[in-house]
Every structure is written in C-alpha cells, then in structure tokens.
C-alpha cells in the first residue's frame, strides 16, 4: 500500500489543521492505522492509531485535542488537530500495517508502509 500524508503548514498556537493520508494500492481489511510524528532530534512517537477492530487510541499529550479517523469509500486517513501547542510541532507520518497486535499499536516498528510526512509547524 502507498500512502501520500497532506495538510501540513503553519498555524498559531490555539489553532487548527486536519492532515489526510490518501492510501493506494491493495489495502486489506483488517488494516491498523496511525499517525506519528517526529520533532527535531527527537525519536519518533505515537499520536493515535485505529486498531483493525476500530478501536482508537490517543497519545496522552494529546487527547482531547486531536482526533482520527478514517473514510473506507476514500480509502483516506485523517487527522483532525484543534487547540495546537509549539510543542506540536514536528513532521507528521501517516502509517498502516495488517499485522499489527494490540500492544504493539504505539511502536513504529510495527508498521511497515509510511507516507512521506507532513510538517506542521506552530507559532507561539
């Protein structure tokens, strides 16, 4: 599967952006999917993922703040991320796997088809 990760840019702190992530090629059901992201010389993390039974799960810093989901007709991955902190930014990457255990969600290791990534940047 590719995927193409969109939606990037620059926003002030308190505002809003939805990334998307259009996928291509032969997507199973049964997919998980996730968004990561990756700071300036730091390691890659977790943000928030929708396991293959559509379960959805958050990283802590930002729950209530951000929201995924996913349109099947579309084949298309969104992340919707309102009240934005500087500490948001970083370069977001779109993923999915058809292999990925539950405990394993929040690893990027675990997945193993990666959208180029988007940058978001936030102003304070």
């Known amino acids: 599967v590719q995927l193409q990760a969109s939606g990037g840019g620059l926003v002030q702190a308190g505002g809003s952006l939805r990334l998307s992530c259009a996928a291509s090629g032969r997507t199973f059901s049964g997919y998980t999917w996730a968004w990561f992201r990756q700071a300036t010389g730091k390691e890659r993390e977790f943000v928030a993922g929708?396991?293959?039974?559509?379960?959805?799960f958050y990283a802590d810093s930002v729950k209530g703040r951000f929201t995924i989901s996913r349109d099947r007709a579309k084949s298309t991955l969104y992340l919707q991320m309102n009240s934005l902190k500087p500490e948001d930014t970083a370069l977001y990457y779109c993923?999915?796997?058809?292999?990925?255990?539950?405990?394993?969600?929040?690893?990027?290791?675990?997945?193993?088809?990666w959208g180029q990534g988007t940058l978001v940047t936030v102003s304070s």
């Open positions: 929708i396991w293959r039974n559509g379960n959805i």
């Open positions: 993923t999915g796997s058809p292999s990925v255990i539950l405990s394993s969600l929040r690893v990027s290791s675990s997945y193993h088809s």
